[in-house]
């Protein structure tokens, strides 16, 4: 931080955007946001209260490889700090229908879980009998346990893993699903650096018949060095030449870059478009929860201070 605001892109970032968006329109876009949390990343969190607004909503990985105990646990801490637990049920780590019925079972029980992300999971070999998020939906187990509120991912620049075809496959059977059994589903995506990409992106699955509202993956605050692993490591495609180029420059490897362009292109894409289903942000808190966790909150709150050349500073509460 410096001169009492977050450090907002370096310069040379800012060259080509002319964006007219005003403040309102910013933070009418980031309203209603939420934030992302790992279970080593909560073992850091004294108290979720400290950081958060009541009633923000969080989600909880289940990462390759995890217990699923330990999502159980930091699901459980986020209800009793007032907070909106979001656990992950990634079907290519859960091993049969009875283990998904358990993970169920507790977070309804004893985290008062009303939402869960259902996502496929990054491992190559399913570890049971699941392969991917359609097959965990249909099982009805979600629905069975009064969860209707239901995210499914989404990747605007296309995913590592499966096929473009099969991905459009699914998208369309989620849709289908959510219409025929009157689900709550959204898309909530991976995280990217261009607004243009990611707003082409909803374009092309809303004409293709996507009708889930989405919700946008947004990198929190966090030096290039660090910003460039995470993009290596989640396989986005073409923006991460936006972080790339800046990787390069030894000298610029531990500048802390905002998403403010991303944000404020976003804001602006989803203003210009009223058929737009873009509705909320969620962000990844590459560069630390509570950090992160501030900065969403200050732009929620209309707390920034628009720049010449396009995106805005975020001013310290």
Known sequence: ???????????????????TVGIETIRTAATDWSIEVTPTGATKIESFRDCLAPGTSVNVTFLPGSDPRDTIAVAERLHNDGMRPVPHLAARSLQNRDQLEELLTAFTARCGVEEVLCIGGGVDS???????TMEVLETGLIQKHGIRHIGVAGHPEGSPDISEDLVTEALAAKNELAAREGLDLYIETQFCFEADIVLDWERRVRAAGNRLPIRIGIPGP???KTLFR?????GIGPSMRFVAKQAKNVAKLMTVQSPHLLIAGLAEGMAADEDCLIRHFHY????????TAAYAGAIADGRINLLPKGGFDVIEG
């Open 230 to 234: 995470f993009a290596q490591i989640s």
């Open 1 to 19: 931080m410096t001169g009492g605001r977050f450090i907002h892109a370096a310069p040379d970032m800012t060259i080509g955007f002319e964006m």
């Open 126 to 132: 399913p570890v049971g009998d699941f392969t991917a």
């Open 284 to 291: 990844y808190p590459f560069g630390g929860f509570a950090r």
């Open 222 to 224: 966090a030096t290039i």
